[in-house]
């Protein structure tokens, strides 16, 4: 019984390990986004740069294509 009450507190301290998804982008973070887009950088290294998810760089980087046209 001990044993199965440590197994399911690591289980739990490794999820709490997990990556943590937000859903509201800092002002800096988009204004990055927005000048790295600028500089023509790819989303796959943007998203790498700032830690931040794929699909989030590319919905702002987007936006920031939009606004210049």
Same mark, same amino acid.
């Given at each position: @019984?001990?044993?199965?009450?440590?197994? $399911?507190?690591?289980?739990? @301290? &490794? /999820?709490? #390990? $997990?990556?943590?998804?937000?859903? *509201? /982008? +800092?002002?800096?973070? #988009?204004? @990055?986004?927005?000048? /790295? +887009?600028?500089?023509?950088?790819?989303?796959?290294? @943007?998203?790498? #740069?700032? &830690? /931040?998810?794929?699909?989030? *760089?590319?919905?702002?980087?987007?936006?920031?294509?939009?606004? &210049? #046209?």
């Amino acid at each position: @019984m001990f044993y199965q009450a440590i197994k $399911a507190q690591q289980r739990y @301290m &490794n /999820l709490k #390990k $997990a990556k943590i998804y937000r859903t *509201v /982008l +800092t002002d800096e973070e #988009k204004e @990055m986004i927005f000048e /790295l +887009t600028r500089k023509g950088w790819q989303v796959g290294a @943007m998203a790498e #740069k700032l &830690n /931040l998810g794929y699909s989030t *760089v590319y919905n702002y980087r987007r936006q920031e294509q939009r606004r &210049n #046209k």
